[in-house]
């Protein structure tokens, strides 16, 4: 009898020259959510998915990797992204460490990506 197929394993990876998380699936980008920095703050803006790997859970697993190291760099973190505010809601791991989006955040943010 075979052997079901493995699934690859995600891999999460962050592109500091990019300014993004990106999740890989056996090498291809998967998805991304995107960051700017203020100070002491990381603003998450917007996260996607790829078509194709829908329904597999992997923007949770990306967005947790991103989080935790936010965390582990001593970041605060700002839930801009819908996707991220909705992340947040479901748990509380992370309240610690975030803050409110502001109006003059979201200036700040429309100055940053024009």
Known sequence: MPKPE???????????????YEILVDGE??????????????VFYHTETAEAFAG????RELVR????????????I???C????KFLERTDAYADI?????????HWLKAELS
């Open 6 to 20: 493995q699934s690859p394993t995600p891999v999460v990876e962050r592109r500091d020259d990019r300014r993004r």
């Open 29 to 42: 980008r998967a998805g991304l959510t995107a960051y700017r920095d203020k100070e002491e703050q990381r």
């Open 56 to 59: 597999r859970g992997l923007a």
């Open 65 to 76: 990797y991103a989080l935790d190291d936010t965390r582990r760099q001593g970041k605060r």
């Open 78 to 80: 700002v839930p801009v």
């Open 82 to 85: 819908p996707y991220v505010a």
């Open 98 to 106: 975030t803050d409110e989006v502001t109006p003059e955040i979201r």
